[in-house]
């Protein structure tokens, strides 16, 4: 009976053939493409076959090598930032403590005042306004319209309404909530207080929390946050290398 020759079966065979095509591959063509891929997928590609695994073996010196004096450029970045930190704030530093000054009145505002503001059936236009931004703040899908107020109603009714707005993250604000509450710069203390001492309170408080996001130092603590959670990964992924490496 006839038998296929040993080769043949192989060509037929679609993961020799891809193996077989690796091999055709110049080694020095073979590395330069390796050279494209994240450490990741490098890994990944060891399991495409010996020939990948070898190649792969071969290089994670050198990717470990880049990693480290990545992770070494970053921290030096971090310890940059921090000392820019630690330089007289100045502005900033009043803007900090304008937000604190601002939450210490949130903090005063008390069942009453809230029920003060749940009484009005159409409020002044003035406080809709600045509730409206304030339920955005809690909100991010919260959708800012004329003639909202039976909206604004289902955040005024929540019983933690005002530790919602005490326990904010103002870090996880987004861009379009920041775009959105710079209406506050064109709106004035006075002209509030004379509508709403309530409504006053969280428009005060929605100025200095625009204020403090948008200061230098803030965006620089944020930058620090990044590049440490960044830096932790690479650092977790240089140790993987490592064992890999000394194996």
Not at 47 to 74: D, F
Not at 223 to 232: D, G, H, M, P, Y
């Amino acid at each position: 009976m006839f038998q296929t020759p040993t080769n043949e079966l192989n060509n037929n065979d679609p993961v020799s053939a891809r193996h077989n095509m690796l091999y055709q591959v110049e080694i020095e063509v073979f590395n330069q493409i390796l050279m494209f891929l994240d450490i990741k997928s490098l890994l990944q590609f060891r399991l495409v076959s010996r020939h990948a695994k070898e190649t792969v073996t071969q290089m994670l010196p050198i990717q470990l090598h880049n990693l480290q004096q990545l992770i070494e450029e970053q921290q030096n970045e971090i310890q940059i930032k921090i000392q820019s930190l630690q330089q007289p704030a100045g502005k900033d530093q009043n803007q900090d403590q304008g937000l604190q000054a601002a939450l210490n009145g949130i903090q005063k505002i008390n069942k009453a005042h809230i029920n003060e503001l749940k009484c009005f059936v159409r409020p002044p236009e003035l406080v809709e306004r600045i509730i409206n931004l304030i339920c955005l703040t809690l909100e991010p899908t919260f959708k800012i319209q004329k003639d909202n107020w039976k909206e604004c109603l289902k955040f005024l009714n929540q019983q933690n309404f005002i530790l919602l707005i005490i326990n904010l993250d103002i870090s996880k604000l987004s861009e379009n909530q920041l775009q959105q509450l710079e209406q506050v710069k064109s709106i004035q203390e006075k002209q509030a207080a004379a509508t709403s001492l309530v409504a006053n309170s969280f428009l005060i408080y929605l100025k200095a929390l625009l204020a403090l996001r948008q200061s230098k130092d803030y965006e620089t603590q944020i930058e620090i946050k990044e590049l440490q959670c960044k830096t932790k990964k690479e650092k977790h992924l240089a140790d993987k290398l490592e064992k890999i490496i000394n194996k």
